[in-house]
């Protein structure tokens, strides 16, 4: 299902396409919770994966190369 969304997207007329990394390895946390400082700090969660995991990631290649792909294709 994810991957039908990034190829619509992807076809799509815009310039510029944002693809959250999270989403690519289906994240089931959530990566911003609002809140107080106190009662649950915003934006501190860090990435469950390091950039060299997620460049080993096959299905993370995979989604971005598809992407890349059809955005070359659509100009």
Not at 4 to 9: G, H, Q, T, V
Not at 30 to 53: C, D, F, I, M
Request: glycine fraction near 2%; hydrophobic fraction near 40%.
């Amino acid at each position: 299902m994810l991957q039908a969304w990034l190829s619509y997207l992807a076809n799509g007329r815009t310039s510029l396409l944002l693809a959250n990394l999270e989403d690519l390895w289906l994240e089931p946390l959530p990566q911003n919770v609002p809140g107080t400082w106190e009662e649950r700090p915003n934006w501190k969660r860090k990435a469950r994966y390091s950039l060299e995991q997620i460049r080993e990631m096959s299905t993370v290649r995979e989604s971005l190369n598809a992407i890349d792909e059809i955005r070359r294709r659509a100009r």
